[in-house]
């Protein structure tokens, strides 16, 4: 797993198509340009926005494939944990009890927890630390919830708890081994991760795959479990005010994750999956364009009015927006289920 010629990843990056423009006033003030790609239910790319075989870091996007490894290695929770698990969590009270809850259960401690000390990710609960004069501590950053699952896993098998953000570790070889399965391709690159864990690299086309396999995984299995997990726990995948449970709450059937550097990836129920990569990493264009995505997809719910709202503000009110700018795809074509092709 050596890294990419940096040449290969950038010039993919750097000849994205524009999937968002910035409206001030009247006037585009800015642009947003990235990779999007839309796979079908037999796994095979429906349509693209740049190149589909462009390699990625997921970033968090990866934790709902990663839980997937470590429930196939004995980890088995209630739906709000494994969703913790799967989770880049806000910080607030109830994520930090669920990952305290996940480590009691399996005879651990926040001491064991090695991911970065941090304070919550949600606005509302960091002024509130930050006021009450509380220092970051590990259990507060976003990503405690996988580092307990991996810890749990840890515990479960007997291996080491000491070396488990180490890239050949069992648990991280088993992640390594689960992702490249299910997504069908190669995990071509490893980094660290912000938490201090590895991060794993996936296609574009690989990762819309592998979550349009775990949203459409058969009742029993391990992959059904992680799905079932994240749709009856929304609030514990990202938080009160996240767009990716909201997301997940109001479209029945659909698994998502969102990722540092303005990654997306979103299972449908019929097989199909979607990946987004904006590639400036701004998160503001995020959430637009696969709101976007999602209805040219067919899919109409009132969740994606609330991911497509993105007000530019001036002297606090509202004189434009983030919009998103798809033109037709360069790879293939989007039809809505049913609809017949002219």
């Known amino acids: 797993m050596n890294p990419l010629d940096?040449?290969?990843v950038s010039?993919?990056?750097?000849?994205?198509?524009v999937l968002a423009r910035v409206d001030r006033s009247g006037f585009v003030?800015?642009?947003?340009?990235?990779?999007?790609?839309?796979?079908?239910?037999?796994?095979?790319?429906?349509?693209a926005w740049g190149p589909s075989d462009a390699v990625i870091f997921p970033r968090s996007s990866n934790k709902p494939l990663q839980a997937l490894a470590m429930v196939r290695a004995g980890l088995d929770l209630p739906d709000e944990f494994l969703a913790l698990v799967c989770s880049s969590h806000s910080g607030e009270q109830f994520h930090i009890d669920g990952v305290r809850a996940i480590l009691e259960r399996h005879g651990l401690s926040e001491a064991d927890l090695?991911?970065?000390?941090?304070?919550?990710?949600?606005?509302?609960?960091?002024k509130r630390w930050t006021r009450e004069g509380q220092e970051p501590v590990p259990i507060a950053q976003n990503c405690s919830g996988k580092h307990a699952g991996?810890?749990?896993?840890?515990?479960?098998?007997g291996w080491d708890t000491t070396t488990y953000r180490d890239p050949n570790h069992p648990v991280q070889q088993l992640m390594a081994e689960t992702l490249a399965e299910i997504a069908d391709d190669e995990v071509a690159a490893m980094g660290v991760d912000g938490c201090g864990a590895p991060v794993m690299s996936l296609s574009m086309a690989g990762l819309a795959r592998a979550f349009g396999r775990l949203a459409a995984a058969p009742e029993g299995t391990h992959e059904w479990?992680?799905?079932?997990?994240?749709r009856n726990a929304p609030a514990f995948l990202g938080g009160s005010r996240r767009d990716v449970s909201t997301l997940v709450a109001g479209v029945p059937g659909l698994i998502a994750k969102d990722g540092a550097e303005a990654c997306y990836a979103i299972g449908l129920p019929d097989g199909r999956g979607v990946a987004v990569k904006i590639a400036d990493g701004a998160q503001r264009a995020r959430p637009v364009v696969a709101a976007a995505v999602l209805r040219r997809m067919g899919i109409d719910s009132p969740a994606l009015d609330e991911l497509a709202k993105?007000?530019?503000?001036?002297?606090?009110?509202?004189?434009?927006?983030?919009?998103?700018?798809?033109?037709?795809?360069?790879?293939?074509?989007?039809?809505?289920?049913?609809?017949?092709?002219?």
Request: charged share 20%; proline share 6%; hydrophobic share 40%.
């Open 225 to 230: 479990r992680v799905a079932r997990a994240i």
């Open 29 to 47: 003030e800015s642009v947003h340009h990235g990779l999007v790609t839309v796979t079908g239910s037999d796994g095979g790319v429906e349509a």
């Open 150 to 157: 991996m810890l749990a896993t840890c515990t479960i098998n």
């Open 310 to 342: 993105a007000d530019i503000l001036g002297h606090g009110k509202r004189v434009g927006g983030v919009t998103e700018a798809l033109g037709e795809p360069t790879t293939g074509r989007l039809l809505v289920p049913g609809a017949r092709a002219e």
């Open 11 to 17: 010039a993919a990056l750097a000849s994205a198509p």
């Open 114 to 126: 090695q991911n970065t000390p941090d304070l919550p990710y949600d606005d509302v609960d960091r």
């Open 6 to 8: 940096a040449q290969t």
